[in-house]
Structures are given as structure tokens and as C-alpha cells.
């Protein structure tokens, strides 16, 4: 995936001399995770830069240079990071169309790595795309594969709107996927099907995709057959796709990392019953986090969601 989102960046630097990449260490360094490794070199300093470490100001420039007719690309180095940003976020990049009266437009792209399972210290394991998604005004993209990386995010570079970005970090390199080098696009607000499935649909995205291939291998096992649904948009949502499954399997399991309350699992359920409530064989059940700050390296493992308790939970679904 790291390769993946490099390709993508040097393919509209390459492209278009409005976009700029900047952000914390994503120069000189290449980021903390290499992502943007030899971009700086490749096209100067002037448009491959270091920041400062202030999110706010991050954004906030990133803003104006939007609003003058760049296309920034900007990167919070980790998930908990991007909260000293979300006043200018709010307050201003998702608000600015509909303040100026469809006179601006943002198209900017916010990135930043998310999720835990990499044994990191606070406010470097969050999953926060259920407060973005909640903003009017902001597109949420999670790709869960090297390819999707590189097409959503080619779509959000050259989308007009601002884009939260989020990278699953636990499968930076956890995933090889021959990925095609010549520029290719994928829609953002559609939902991909990558398994059909007869007895249940489970939906999930980034890093969760991986966790529930491994719980459906057992539920193979078991006899039941799961369709798997990858959201990798998480606004807007695909509700027509789930919609779909629902009505062919008439059960829904949503996994997801994020804390389980107010949360995208709560809203995937309110659209099964709204959408599909008439055929639903068993309530739509939510495999989350649970309700607290992610904790350290040694309580990690209790709070990640294991492919274990995702087939607890399928199993449990198809006998209700």
C-alpha cells in the first residue's frame, strides 16, 4: 500500500503543477512511513515540503492555497494528530462552498495514517472516520488494498470537494497486490462486493477487510456462506450495495475498529432497518471496539478485533 499511494502522488505531481504534497517530515524524511519517500527529490522542495508541527496551520494553508487555486495534498503524520486540525476542518474547508454560495471550491486532500495494532503510544492508534463522516461538506475515503489506495486516491486528488483520507497503517505492508503503474481511477461513494455470499453479509473496510477473510475461511468451514462488502467509502455511503446484500441474505454483521457507540456501525444498522428492515431474519449486529481509549502496547491485543470474535458473531447471527 505504501508503494501504492507513492505511485499515485508522483502520477498527479507529475500531471498537474497546482498540486503541492506537504506535511509533517514528508520531505526530506519521506514521512514516517516512507510513503513519500524520494517525491521531494523528484520534484523540489517547493512542492514537496516539510510543515511545521501544527495540524491547524497545516489545514489551515492547505486551505488557502485551495482557495488560490492549488490542489494541496496534505499529511498529518498520525490519526491523533489531525484533532488540533479540526476546528479549521469544521469551521472552515467543509463549510466554504456553501459559505461563499458555490463560488469556492476545496479541492484539497487531508491524509493520515489511523487505526491501532501496531503496538504505538497514545494518539497514534485512533480510528476517527465517524467524526469526519458526521461533517457536511467532507468526503471520508479508507482504501483496504494497494490498488484501491492508488485509484481513491487519484479520485480524491482531482475531486473538487475536500477529502479525509485515512490509510489502515497496521497493512501498510502487510498486503502484496500487483497494482497497474499507468494512472487509473476508482468512484469514490461506491462499495465494493468481494465475496457473494448467500446466509449473511458482512461489511467492513481498511484493515477490518483482512480480519474478516480470515473469519470467513472458518465460517466456510461451518457451511455458511458470507458475502463480503468493502465500503472503502465511508461518506457518501453506498447504501444501495447493502441494501442489495441485505435483501439477498437477510443478516448483517458490520466490523469495524472504532469505538462501537455513535459510531459507522450504528449508521450501517439504522440503514438496514430503514432500507431493508423487511427482510432481516436476525437484528444487524456491530463487531467494534469497545467504548475507551485504545490502550498501550501490552493491553492492545484485547482490544483488537480478532477474526475469532468476528465468526463468534456470524455464527451467532445465522442460529438467532
Same mark, same amino acid.
Given at each position: 500500500? /505504501? ?12 500531471? @498537474?503543477?497546482?498540486?503541492?504534497? +506537504? ?59 489531525? +484533532? ?8 472552515? /474547508? ?45 468526503? /471520508? ?10 485509484? #481513491? ?6 475531486? @473538487? ?41 458482512? /461489511? ?75 427482510? #432481516? ?9 469497545? @467504548? ?19 465468526? +463468534? ?8
Amino acid at each position: 500500500m /505504501v508503494q501504492a499511494i507513492n505511485n499515485a502522488l508522483d502520477i498527479k505531481l507529475s500531471e @498537474d503543477k497546482n498540486i503541492v504534497v +506537504y506535511g509533517e517530515d514528508v520531505g526530506v524524511a519521506g514521512g514516517v512511513f516512507r510513503v513519500t519517500e524520494g517525491l521531494q527529490k523528484k520534484y523540489g522542495a517547493e512542492r514537496v515540503f516539510d510543515s511545521p508541527l501544527a495540524e491547524s496551520a497545516i489545514v489551515g494553508t492547505g486551505l488557502g492555497m485551495a482557495l488560490a487555486g492549488l490542489r494541496p495534498v496534505v499529511e498529518m503524520q498520525f490519526d491523533g494528530f489531525s +484533532y488540533p486540525a479540526f476546528n479549521q476542518i469544521i469551521s472552515n /474547508v467543509s463549510r466554504m462552498h456553501n459559505r461563499s454560495r458555490g463560488k469556492f471550491n476545496v479541492p484539497m486532500v487531508i491524509r493520515f495514517p489511523y487505526g491501532g495494532g501496531i503496538n504505538a503510544i497514545e494518539h497514534h492508534s485512533e480510528s476517527p472516520e465517524a467524526l469526519y463522516a458526521h461533517i457536511p461538506g467532507l468526503k /471520508v475515503v479508507v482504501p483496504s488494498t494497494p490498488h484501491d489506495a492508488k485509484g #481513491l486516491l487519484i479520485s480524491a486528488i482531482e475531486s @473538487d470537494d475536500p477529502v479525509i483520507f485515512m490509510e489502515p497503517k497496521r497493512i501498510y505492508r502487510a498486503i502484496k497486490q500487483e497494482v497497474n503503474d499507468e494512472k487509473f481511477t476508482i468512484p469514490i461513494g461506491k462499495a465494493k462486493i468481494l465475496t457473494e455470499g448467500t446466509d449473511v453479509t458482512v /461489511v467492513a473496510f481498511g484493515a477490518m477487510i483482512r480480519e474478516c477473510q480470515r473469519a470467513m475461511a472458518m465460517a466456510e468451514e461451518a457451511g455458511i456462506s458470507v458475502e463480503l462488502i468493502d465500503l472503502r467509502t465511508i461518506y457518501p455511503i453506498d447504501k444501495e450495495t447493502i441494501k442489495n446484500s441485505i435483501q439477498k441474505t437477510g443478516r448483517m454483521v458490520v466490523v469495524a475498529e472504532a469505538n462501537q457507540s455513535f459510531s459507522v456501525g450504528s449508521e450501517l444498522i439504522a440503514i438496514a432497518n430503514e432500507e431493508a428492515f423487511l427482510y #432481516l431474519e436476525a437484528p444487524p449486529k456491530r463487531v467494534m471496539g469497545f @467504548d475507551t481509549i485504545v490502550p498501550l502496547a501490552q493491553g492492545e491485543k484485547y482490544y483488537m478485533i480478532t477474526p475469532e470474535r468476528i465468526f +463468534y458473531e456470524i455464527e451467532k447471527t445465522i442460529n438467532y
